[in-house]
């Protein structure tokens, strides 16, 4: 059936990076779209990066020009690099696989990304 | 970007009471509608796609309806495990987005 592995979150200043990882196992990673969603403390989901099984992107637009996703299908592996973070980036981040454009179907249980001084 | 609006955003139910949470989207969006079902502490779970195809292993009292702008999801007779948050997402376009969710808790 699969599983997702997230890793990769802590505590960050204002204006510090972190880069998340998310490690597949279980299925043909190579096969599936991977997104990235997250959730601030206490709110509703937020989508924030896809990677197509083709290598294509797609950001929200808070986070063009400051995150980075990419993927690595020799290591089954799902990447977030998150630069120039912002208080409001303070959410658990979850990776999740989708079959094509349909829905995720498959979520890792997350890693924390807390921006605070 | 696609607004998705659910109603209501906190519902008080009994077990055994059939639930219906209603997720409107502001543009055509198709089918491509998904619900969501998430516990505290817990990722989300997919229950629904493509608006009414039940995702494996999903108990059948979940159905979804609807086309279009207006969508439905139906819990035919409330268990104690579904207390929880329920959330729709279009992926019809990017950035997919998400409603605001509807928390069902015990009346």
Same mark, same amino acid.
Do not use: H, W
């Given at each position: 059936q699969g599983q997702l592995v997230e890793s990769g979150g802590g505590v960050v200043q204002p204006g510090g990076s972190l880069r998340l990882s998310c490690e597949a196992?279980?299925? /043909?990673? /190579? $096969?599936?779209?991977?997104h990235w969603v997250r959730q601030a403390p206490g709110k509703g989901l937020e989508w924030v990066a896809v990677t197509t099984y083709d290598g294509g992107k797609k950001y929200v637009d808070s986070v063009k020009g400051r995150f980075t996703i990419s993927r690595d299908n020799f290591v $089954? %592996?799902?990447?977030?690099?998150m630069n120039s973070l912002r208080d409001e980036d303070t959410a658990m981040y979850y990776c999740a696989r989708a079959p094509g454009e349909t829905a995720e179907d498959l979520w890792g249980k997350?890693?924390?990304? %807390?921006? /605070?001084? | 970007d696609i607004q998705l609006t659910q109603s209501p955003s906190f519902l008080s139910a009994? *077990?055994?009471?059939?639930? !219906?949470? !209603?997720?409107?989207a502001n543009q055509g969006i198709n089918n491509y509608l998904a619900w969501f079902q998430q516990k505290p502490g817990q990722a989300p779970k997919l229950l629904i796609y493509f608006a009414s195809t039940l995702q494996s292993g999903v108990p059948?009292?979940?159905?979804?309806?609807?086309?279009?702008?207006?969508? !439905? *999801?139906?819990?035919g007779s409330? +268990?104690?495990?579904?207390?929880? !948050?329920?959330?729709? +997402? +279009?992926v019809d376009s990017y950035p997919r987005t998400f409603? +605001?969710?509807?928390?069902v808790e015990a009346k």
């Open positions: 196992s279980g299925f /043909s990673f /190579s $096969n599936y779209a991977m $089954n %592996t799902v990447f977030l690099q997350g890693t924390l990304v %807390t921006v /605070s001084a | 009994s *077990l055994g009471d059939r639930v !219906t949470i !209603t997720c409107r059948s009292r979940f159905s979804g309806s609807g086309s279009g702008t207006e969508f !439905t *999801l139906t819990i409330l +268990q104690p495990e579904d207390f929880a !948050t329920y959330f729709c +997402q +279009q409603g +605001q969710g509807t928390k």
